[in-house]
């Protein structure tokens, strides 16, 4: 999931989490499916779909639903999904996912898909005994983690790295007969907690996009606001960083300079590479494609161009109308 930031959009439908601000701003979200292969050495992800969120019911998690059901309709028999932490894995078996790994909470609990058998005595059991993977503190007090079915233990790059497996299990309110799944905490020591997932790697070349789109191609900022266009720009711009990354890819690495002695094919130096080529103008363009021929030699430029809005706001309006002494002698 991925967001192009429309704080002043008035009417957006959906918003999403920045970082920086600490809380959700209004945002036009784009679910991105990609299939991750290789061109030489570097990893890189194949646009599939754009899933938009339904103008109906523009929540997150309805929209994370559509994604899944769409990923679940594209994955090939031999495919496996990988999804970030938004994803339930309620919804995954719910929309026919088979096949996936998708990354969970430190304080995810689970059951076991069978429940035990009958004592004898009681309630006959329905729900499987509850499998806690990470120790757990509440409120002043330590659970203890449920001891895995197995372990295993290899050497990475000359790390000592220990899985711990649970298998067969379930999530914590499923119904009797859910589909069950393998739960694996890798302990690492080179991070302080455990990571409670498996070929999360081959999702970053699909972060990459959203990389690509909006800080190499500058189209984090949007200024439309047409609602079709504010949905189609994001996909056009996604679509357009991918067209980047798979070209900077296929090319020759291209140095920023002469202390650049290693270079990578980046989207990055590819797009600094074709800022200083000029643009055919005998390239056969569509007749929709043209020059905006717009008047703008009225409009202030360079330095008092800038839009400086302070508490004096009609002090910051009128000084581009009626400019100073100092700005006429400039």
Known sequence: MTGSWRPRLQGCPTRHVHAAAGKALPAILVGLIGRVGSS????????????????????????HRLLVRAAVAQGA???????????????????????????????????????????????????GVLVRPLVRPVKGRTLAATPPDHAETWQ???VALHAEVWDDLAVSNAAPGAPAFTVVAVHDPRYRQPLLHALYQDRWPVAQLPL????????????????????????????????????AARSPAIPTGFWDRRPQPTPGRL???????????DFPLP?????????????????WGQRRYTDATTETTTAHLHPTPLQEAA
Not at 289 to 302: D, I, Q, S, Y
């Open 40 to 63: 030489g050495k570097q990893r890189l992800a194949l646009p599939l779909a754009w899933v938009r969120a339904d103008p109906a019911d523009p929540r997150p998690s309805t929209h």
């Open 77 to 127: 028999a031999d495919d496996a999904l990988v999804l970030e932490a938004a994803f339930a894995m309620a919804v995954l078996q719910e929309e026919g996912a088979t096949r996936y790994v998708v990354r969970c909470a430190k304080n995810s609990t689970f059951r076991r898909a069978q429940p035990p058998a009958y004592r004898g005595r009681g309630r006959i059991p329905t729900r």
């Open 156 to 158: 990475d790059d000359g």
């Open 212 to 247: 690509a789109a909006k800080q190499m191609l500058d189209a984090a900022r949007a200024f439309v606001h047409a609602p079709e266009t504010c949905q189609r720009l994001p996909a056009l711009a996604l679509l357009a960083g991918a067209i980047l990354t798979y070209a």
């Open 271 to 281: 797009r600094r590479a074709l800022t200083r080529c000029p643009f055919p103008h």
């Open 287 to 303: 007749a929709r494609l043209r020059a905006k021929a717009a008047v703008t030699a009225h409009l202030p430029t360079g330095f």
